[in-house]
């Protein structure tokens, strides 16, 4: 069995007005990393940067899926984890965003839930 792919923003990327910024949910992801590191035992974490379009994810999920953080899963969800997924694309399930990625590693892997 393969990993699940988590995609996340860099930090400190330039968004026109050339302060540096960072993902509030891509950082939210990485606290629950850091709360749960057993969950990188199941991951692929990829960094990608800001600016559009994001070719590896475009590549997997298409461009109007290129958001982050976004969790590839490598394998079909079962029929009671559909009601984490954001969405398919090609045969590949995904989640996006930062509170349904924790929730769904909340019923897959028995961490906490986000409140």
Not at 37 to 54: N, Q, S
Not at 79 to 100: E, I, P, R
């Amino acid at each position: 069995m393969g990993r699940d792919l988590l995609f996340l923003l860099k930090e400190d990327f330039v968004d026109g007005a050339g302060a540096p910024y960072f993902c509030p949910d891509c950082a939210q992801i990485t606290g629950v990393l850091s709360y749960f590191p057993k969950l990188r035992h199941h991951l692929d974490i990829r960094y990608v940067d800001f600016a559009r379009p994001r070719k590896e994810i475009v590549s997997l999920l298409g461009e109007q899926h290129q958001g982050c953080p976004v969790l590839i899963l490598d394998q079909p969800p079962g029929m009671d984890a559909l009601a984490y997924m954001s969405g398919q694309v090609g045969g590949k399930s995904f989640v996006s965003g930062a509170k349904a990625i924790s929730s769904y590693w909340a019923y897959k892997y028995g961490v906490s839930r986000p409140h």
